[in-house]
């Protein structure tokens, strides 16, 4: 089945870059996502990328695909303190009527000021 | 704004006891999940909806029971809680997937089950 790897925890400095790194095996995947979750609530969609790009840009992130690699990477340029938060790579798949979601075990962002 | 709403933030329970955690969406979607959130562990999915009265098992349905009377709630069930079920429990809704477009699903802000 599907399985979307990634590292737990992350440490950085206020103003640095911060790269959070996933990989998936589902080669089929038409679209790839971030979402982040803040403390205290549920998850909430970050940003996406479909399959047929390289990389992707808003504001201060920019996803990268490698899909030769199967290698999705979310970079978040000046990082913040309200950075602070659980990011979770996920990718899609379709049975029983329904799309679904599956998702890393998420990477644990803390933002040092 | 798509808005999920999960009727309790907290919940203590006993073990043994059945338990009712009720989710409801605003936006008529047709899907509905219902995930797990434990330490290292990750997001993991208990059961599905994809339409009214229609429930799919996801990857730990154990211990567990859906209903889906209505299109916006989605009920999950614990029969006979039990300690092992102590966990972050998080409601999901989204629309069928329109050919083309990215997918997306809306998250409640979960339920913190504690059961003693």
């Known amino acids: 089945g599907e399985d979307v790897e990634q590292s737990l925890f992350l440490s950085v400095r206020e103003g640095d870059s911060s790269v959070i790194n996933c990989t998936y095996t589902?080669?089929?995947?038409?679209?790839l996502y971030w979402y982040k979750q803040e403390p205290g609530a549920g998850l909430q969609l970050l940003t996406y990328i479909f399959s047929n790009m390289d990389m992707k840009q808003d504001q201060r992130l920019t996803v990268l695909l490698n899909k030769k690699d199967k290698h999705l990477s979310l970079r978040i340029a000046d990082t913040q303190t309200g950075d602070s938060a659980i990011y979770f790579c996920a990718e899609s798949s379709s049975g029983a009527g329904s799309y679904q979601l599956t998702f890393g075990k998420g990477t644990k962002l803390s933002v040092i000021p | 704004d798509v808005k999920v709403t999960q009727s309790s933030r907290y919940l203590v329970k006993r073990t043994g006891e059945k338990v009712f955690l009720e989710c409801v969406q605003d936006m008529d979607h047709e899907n509905m999940f219902w995930y797990r959130q434990d330490p290292g562990l990750g997001l993991r999915l208990i059961y599905f909806s994809y339409d009214v009265k229609m429930k799919e098992k996801g990857d730990i349905p154990e211990g567990y029971s859906v209903s889906r009377e209505k299109k916006e709630r989605f009920s999950l069930i614990l029969e006979s809680a039990s300690t092992n079920q102590t966990s972050m429990y998080l409601c999901?809704?989204?629309?069928?997937?329109?050919?083309?477009?990215?997918?997306?699903?809306?998250f409640g802000p979960g339920t913190r089950l504690t059961v003693t």
């Open positions: 999901a809704s989204s629309s069928h997937l329109t050919s083309g477009d990215y997918y997306e699903q809306y």
């Open positions: 589902d080669s089929s995947s038409t679209y």
